[in-house]
């Protein structure tokens, strides 16, 4: 292996205090809360996405009797969970969240610490630390780390790493019943399980067990080790459903996202030198040893007073970088990092950074091509939304390549882990997708995370990535991002999108917990708010409130109660690369075809917003007024839309390809991702086998090889292409069709005779209708507005006009404030009332705002004097309504703007208690309008 230094760079700290303890293990929270209570500022930082890891991520339920234990077992009692059993693995995991907040301990999930930091004189500083935001620093005079196998310390020491003799993985099941001792089974040895046994344990809940596997791990990685645990699990699974009567009907619910490890016998003990600032947590597989280890370490962790050793010897050349960066809206100080040590891989044609959805597709479909490709993911099992994410059904997307192939073997192999499930197995999906990344061609790397690149020029020639064992640098010819978020692509200097225009939120996001409903298993897919993915610390705050949102679903009963927790947090939205064309909702519904189109995709607007006044007009329009937020399109896809502007050599695979904002509401289903992510690996190795960049590739080339694979667009068509006769007969009707007419009419409106339709027209819905069609579309004559004001004074709320439309009269009124009606703001004014709920309000506020008279003012400022204690509670999608979501923060900032265009400041001061608001959306946005207003 060869080594090569990154160079020194700036980068922001995250956090500076007394201590900061490194691994969420129980240990690491013991330690944590210890130092917290004894009055230090702590830090707890973790790799993965919860705590208490044993726990949380290796599903280790029998916990020993010591205080942390106890207290979990306490608040898991609260929750409804059996007292007299071992703890649950989701609600233990909110009890750890629960004790680390009320402590205030500060709290750092996915963020990997890297390496220690030293200051100018060489005493120790606290941790390097990449995520989202890239390279940070959590600064701190003293460390503990508390990682299994004490990785950090040994590496900061220069001692090896402790060798591994087993890891266990646990599988979750439902519908077996094991006693309180277990039980345990001989399994036939090609099954590759240690001793040939494996061990169940009961779970918390009766009826729920726990299966042990434990395989040999001497010499092998941890990508390895993660891959063989998965098989493992999965065919001892399938194996006792066919061969043990209590097996038979049981379901394989989840994997443990973690391992437990076990060290050789003759592991050299870490010797840590006094006097650093550094303690380690003992590296012994007795959790009872580390948890009052850990109480002791944390209360009397030291600051530093001798220097650290330095070790590295590597070469002086330097590798300058592109990394990401944290929102400047963060405010976090400026630091320095100094040139950092990273593994340097050898060469390969293409580096693809995420095996998620697209990802996997595109690693598969480069190496079937021969080219040698290298994978990087920094989650535990390949899959992404569908796998670790824990939505594992299709919802539209077209078919096609390999996908079906894939898919084939997916079913079959969750008929052998469950009798039913809903939609396909998340399980099975892990392992068919681990056992075809199993090929000659590509090298797969679990646990890295990917947060930068070195470029030359207009190329990427290399990829960054973090992992338990340092930095990482894979030189690589084309470069794939299938990270969802686009986190390559941005790290390069690719111009990236984020939220909408309105407000730059993104959709919201899922917290998704694993279930079993009637025998079935399944998963509870409801909205946990929202969050700039892109920001470490964004991040870690939205997997605590999503686990917040899982722990105020109870009381958690034997009937119901969820089972495990998805280790990716659901993301519907990230960063959009601009790409070579930025494709928008209206391209489908205009049926445009491209000249390089390479695919389709196919879905509805399936956008979660509640609150569509901020959303694009565009939208407002096709959801509020026209209905159609069920309606289903497809379109072309064009290849320049996979290509990031700026960089020659990158593709997308993911969701984060060139789009705007709308059409991504419907272009980002499962299946077209996994399209896309297989287009972009057949483009990625045909490019690496030419020679050429991705960019320079003619589409002319692709497009066979695309079609020999089964990958063809659907031809586009015109969203209702009708003559004006036609279209103004649909107005009489229902749903799509109507919809689509008041669409399509209000981009003709010019065309139509209005007041000769209106006259001849008796049905009040088509006179609605086409008034409202004839108002978006510039030709609001006296007939027009006189139907609309009959709306809206008779106060006719139904029927709405689709899911997501509100009253009638509310949409009257949004017509007639959009051409200015006059009056509009005074019959607007007492609508604003707690009556009507916050999304309304919102889009009223608005209206007033475009309507642009001066009574809107008036209405405005009394509406905000008269709801000031009102908070305008909101159920997210999915969500419950005993415990809504305020959308305070949206009504007061959309009055301030619309008062704002309305010419009167009065009520900026408002904004003042948002601009630091604890949500970097919030105050980003807080700010922006703030210096606008
Ligand atoms: C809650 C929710 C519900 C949905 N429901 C459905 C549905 O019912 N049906 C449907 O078809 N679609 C659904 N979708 C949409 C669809 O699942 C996603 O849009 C699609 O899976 C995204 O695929 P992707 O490849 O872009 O990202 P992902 O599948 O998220 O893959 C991204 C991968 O990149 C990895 N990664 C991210 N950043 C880094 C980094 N910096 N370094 C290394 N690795 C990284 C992640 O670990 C992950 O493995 C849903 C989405 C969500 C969030």
């Known amino acids: 292996m060869q080594w090569i230094r990154l160079a020194g760079r700036r980068a922001t700290q995250l956090w500076c205090g007394d201590l900061v303890v490194v691994g969420g293990s129980l240990g690491g929270v013991a330690a944590a809360l210890s130092a917290r209570r004894a009055g230090r500022r702590v830090c707890l930082l973790e790799a993965g996405p919860t705590l208490g890891t044993e726990l949380s991520a290796a599903w280790s339920t029998g916990l020993p009797d010591r205080p942390l234990c106890q207290a979990i077992r306490d608040d898991t009692a609260s929750r409804g969970a059996p007292a007299d059993r071992p703890v649950d693995v989701v609600l233990g995991t909110l009890a750890v969240d ?74 979750y099941m439902v519908g077996l019943t094991v006693p309180a001792e277990g039980a345990s089974w001989a399994v036939p040895s090609s099954l590759g399980v240690l001793g040939g046994r494996v061990e169940a344990v009961p779970a918390a809940w009766p009826g729920e ?58 592991a050299a003990a870490l010797a840590v030198p006094p006097g650093l600032g550094l303690a380690v947590l003992p590296d012994t597989p007795d959790l009872a040893v580390r948890l009052d280890a850990a109480e002791g370490l944390g209360r009397e962790a030291a600051a530093a007073t001798r220097r650290l050793p330095r070790l590295d010897a590597a070469p002086r050349q330097c590798l300058r970088t592109r990394e990401l960066a944290a929102a400047p809206e963060q405010d976090l100080t400026a630091v320095r990092l100094a040139p950092a040590l990273a593994r340097l891989h050898e060469p390969c044609d293409v580096v693809i950074a995420g095996y998620g959805t697209g990802g996997v597709f595109a690693a598969l479909a480069a190496a079937e091509r021969g080219v040698r490709a290298v994978v990087l993911d920094a989650a535990p099992v390949p899959g992404g939304i569908g796998s670790a994410g824990r939505i594992h059904s299709y919802y539209h997307g077209l078919r096609g390549g390999l996908q079906d192939r894939l898919d084939e073997a997916v079913t079959g192999g969750g008929s052998a882990l469950a009798p039913k499930v809903r939609g396909y197995h998340p399980v099975a999906r892990a392992e068919v997708m681990t056992q075809a990344l199993q090929h000659p061609c590509l090298e797969v790397c679990s646990g890295h995370t990917v947060f930068g690149v070195v470029r030359e020029g207009t190329r990427v020639t290399g990829v960054l990535t973090a992992a338990a064992d340092g930095y990482h640098v894979f030189p690589c010819q084309v470069a794939v991002d299938a990270t969802g978020d686009g986190d390559l692509a941005a790290a390069a200097g ?40 892109t920001d470490t610390l964004e991040l870690s705050r939205a997997h605590l409130e999503g686990r ?67 959303e694009s ?90 079609a020999a694979r089964g990958i063809a667009p659907r031809p586009p068509r015109r969203a209702a292409d009708l003559p004006v006769a036609e279209l103004l007969g649909k107005l009489a009707g229902e749903g799509d069709e109507r919809g689509l007419a008041m669409w399509r009419l209000s981009r003709s409106a ?41 709306v809206l004074r008779s106060r006719q709320a139904e029927p709405v006009l ?65 709801t000031a204690q009102h908070d305008f509670p909101v159920a997210l999608w999915g969500g419950d309504p005993a415990h809504p979501t305020a959308f305070r923060d949206a009504i007061v900032i959309r009055a301030v703007r619309s008062l704002a265009q309305l010419g009167d400041t009065s009520e900026a001061w408002r904004l003042d208690a948002l601009v630091d608001h604890p949500m970097l959306l919030w105050r980003r946005h807080a700010r922006r309008v703030k210096g606008g207003a």
């Not at 038979?248 to 994997?255: E, F, G, P, Q, R």
């Not at 299946?671 to 020679?691: K, P």
């Not at 009269?809 to 607007?828: C, D, K, M, S, T």
């Open 802 to 866: 689709g899911l997501k439309s509100p009253q009638r009269y509310v949409v009257a009124a949004l017509a007639l404030a959009e051409i200015g009606a006059p009056g509009i703001a005074e019959a607007i004014g007492p609508m604003l009332t707690l009556e009507l709920p916050a999304p309304t309000l919102l889009l009223l506020l608005r209206a007033l705002g475009k309507a642009g008279q001066p009574a809107g003012v008036g209405a405005i400022r009394r509406f905000l004097a008269e």
């Open 548 to 614: 917040a949102q899982v722990a105020c679903r109870g009381p958690y009963t034997p009937e119901r109660h969820y089972c495990t927790l998805a280790s990716i947090i659901g993301l519907r939205e990230s960063r959009f690369a601009r790409g070579r064309v930025v494709l928008t909702f209206d391209d489908f519904l205009e049926g445009r075809g491209f000249p390089d189109t390479v695919c389709s995709a196919y879905a509805h607007h399936d956008n979660h917003a509640m609150d569509y006044a901020e």
């Open 617 to 706: 007009e565009w939208s407002r329009r096709h959801v509020v007024m026209f209905g159609l937020w069920r309606t289903l399109w497809h379109g072309d896809v064009p290849y320049r839309a996979l290509l990031p502007r700026r960089l020659d050599n990158v593709l997308l695979a993911c969701r984060a390809l060139s789009v705007d904002h709308d059409l991504h509401q419907l272009l980002r289903m499962q299946r077209d991702m996994q399209v896309i992510g297989e287009i972009c690996g057949v483009a990625a190795a045909e490019a690496a086998i030419q020679g050429i960049a991705p960019a320079a590739l003619p589409v002319e080339e692709l497009r066979p090889l695309l």
């Open 98 to 171: 629960r004790l680390l907040l009320d402590t205030g301990v500060t709290v750092l999930v996915c963020a990997r610490a890297t390496r220690l930091v030293r200051d100018r004189r060489g005493f120790l500083a606290g941790v390097e630390v990449a995520g989202k935001s890239g390279r940070q620093v959590v600064r701190a005079p003293c460390v503990l780390d508390a990682t299994a196998g004490q990785r950090l310390a040994r590496r900061a020491l220069g001692s090896s790493a402790r060798p591994l003799r087993a890891v266990e993985r646990r599988g």
């Open 750 to 790: 010019k065309a139509v005779d209005w007041p000769a339709f209106l006259a001849g027209t008796a049905d009040p819905n088509a006179r609605f209708c086409g008034a409202i069609a004839a108002a978006l579309g510039g030709q609001a004559g006296p007939e027009v507005v006189a139907v609309l004001q009959e």
């Open 209 to 266: 067990a726990l299966l042990r596997v434990r395989l040999a791990a001497a010499g092998l990685s941890e990508t390895v080790l993660l891959g063989a645990s998965l098989h493992a699990v999965t065919a001892v699974v399938a194996w006792l459903r066919q061969h043990v009567a209590e097996f038979a009907a049981a379901t394989l619910v989840d994997v443990s996202p973690g391992l437990t490890e076990e060290a050789s016998a003759g």
């Open 494 to 533: 690719a111009p990236m999108t984020l939220g909408r225009d309105g407000d730059g939120f993104p959709q919201p996001y899922s917290y998704t917990p694993s279930l079993m409903r009637q025998g079935e298993l399944g998963h509870h897919n409801f909205d946990a708010g929202w969050v700039d993915p």
